[in-house]
């Protein structure tokens, strides 16, 4: 059974960092490319970033770029993101994804979705 378990959300102050863990189990990382979307109340879901099983390339959406890092660790099956300089604008619920590289990049659907886990950006 394929399972995707995110953790690491929470509160944060406006500057403030924090690292979302993404637990893959059922399926090994090096057979799809791993990542995160957010939606916020109100708005529409957004692709945030993803890795290539393949190369390890990555994908950041512009709001992001230079503050989010995303990384994996084939050994422990687990995808992270690494958000700093965070805004209030980064309030969302993070969702870990797996999918192939086409569907990433060709906004297709993803083929497995965690639960979510909440990050609240506030002073």
């Known amino acids: 059974q394929v399972q995707l378990v995110e953790s690491g959300g929470g509160l944060v102050q406006p500057g403030g960092s924090l690292r979302l863990s993404c637990v893959v189990s059922?399926?090994?990382?090096?057979?799809?490319?791993l990542g995160w979307f957010r939606q916020a109340p109100g708005r529409e879901r957004e692709k945030v970033s993803f890795?290539?099983?393949?190369?390890?390339?990555?994908y950041y959406a512009d709001s992001v770029k230079g503050r989010f890092t995303i990384s994996r660790d084939i050994a422990k099956n687990t995808v992270y993101l690494r958000m700093s300089s965070l805004k209030p604008d980064d309030t969302a619920v993070y969702y870990c994804a797996a999918g192939t590289v086409v569907a990433w990049y060709m906004d297709y659907g993803m083929d497995s979705w965690g639960k979510g886990t909440l990050v609240t950006v506030s002073s």
């Open positions: 890795i290539s099983a393949k190369d390890d390339s990555t």
């Open positions: 059922g399926f090994t990382l090096d057979n799809y490319a």
